[in-house]
Structure formats: C-alpha cells, structure tokens
C-alpha cells in the first residue's frame, strides 16, 4: 500500500476564466516563495475533477484553493470553509469546474476515502468571465490567500520555510518563461 500524503494543497480552477484561476495561481506563488514540509504535496489540480480523486483518497488532510462566492463578501474577501459548509459552496458555483469539484468530494465520499479533515481556502471572485488575468480586488488579495495557506498549514502541524531571494528569483525567472511560451506573461508583471 502507498504511503499516504499528509497534507496536500489543491489549487483549483481554470486559467483561462479570469478569477478562476486563483487557486492554481495562489499554489503557483506558495510555490514560488516557500520550500512545503517532506509529507507535504503541493499542486495544481486546475480542472481535473474525478481525476484527482487518487490524489484525495491517499491524503489525510487536504486544503483546497478555489474562487469561492460567498454571499455578500465583496470581491477578493476571503473565505474559509470545512466540513459540511464546502459541498454547498462548489454546488452552487458557476465556474467551468464546479461539477467537477462537487463530483470528486461525492466520489470520495462514495468510495470511503474522503480524508476526514477538508478545508476549502478562497478569495471571492470578480470575474469568472472567459479571459485570462485576475481582477484587481483579486489580484490585491493573493498575498493574504496565500499568507492563510501557510498558517492554516501551520496549523495543522505543517511548517512551510519562506524561500531565500535568490532561490526565488530563479524560480520567478522560470515561471516568466512558462508565462511567455503561453502568452500569459506582459512585460512589467
């Protein structure tokens, strides 16, 4: 039998829909800046859906990263969500990948292998339009998401070590390659 993932940050969303994106980007930069713990497993999920239901059953605690509407939250609050309030909240979203999501937590929940401890960490999105980009009030509010990963992390028992500079310049310069092969990248960014 595999050895199970302690922790596993899942960002979630689509690139190619505005705000959506939040959760691939916020693990992206967690990425950038800081090195995870051995058991930790931090990665990209963007719109696997049943796909990532392997990844979900060997874990025990997972934190998902998504946009997330919350009602009355303006743009870029954040959100905080576990247990029963996460189902609710991907069932009635109305991004690209909400079935998805709701369809991978069913699966798991079906399968028996749901990890009993899911917290699902958001900002609350301007814009899940087609387009690539985040929103302004999105944009501004990154670096508390990503600030409430590492705590949250913390929390758990998990300790992320913030990146020294120069390791963080070279993996920035290597994020700006992938950016500009995909036309994400404008100079000045």
């Known amino acids: 039998m595999p050895e ?4 596993l940050v899942l960002g979630l969303g689509n690139v190619l829909c505005g705000d959506d994106a939040l959760g691939a980007t916020a693990v992206h930069l967690l990425q950038r800046d800081f090195r ?3 058991e930790t497993v931090v990665l990209d999920g963007g719109t696997l859906g049943l796909s990532l239901l392997p990844l979900i059953q060997d874990a025990e605690r997972v934190l998902m990263v998504d946009a997330v509407r919350h009602a009355g939250a303006q743009p870029g609050a954040l959100v905080r969500l576990e247990g029963d309030q996460i ?20 699966g798991a929940r079906l399968l028996g292998c749901c990890p009993p401890n899911i917290t699902l960490l958001g900002l609350v999105p301007e814009d899940l339009g087609l387009g690539v980009g ?5 944009e501004r509010a990154m670096p508390t998401l990503v600030a409430t990963i590492v705590a949250e992390a913390r929390a758990l028992g998990f300790e992320f070590v913030p990146r020294p500079y120069d390791e963080k310049s070279s993996r920035m310069d290597d994020a700006r390659d992938v950016a500009s092969v995909l036309g994400l990248w404008r100079p000045g960014c």
């Open 134 to 138: 985040l929103s302004p009030a999105v």
């Open 4 to 7: 199970r993932t302690a922790l």
């Open 36 to 38: 995870a713990p051995e």
């Open 87 to 106: 189902m609710p909240a991907v069932r009635e979203r109305l991004s690209v990948h909400q079935i998805g999501v709701a369809d991978l937590l069913d």
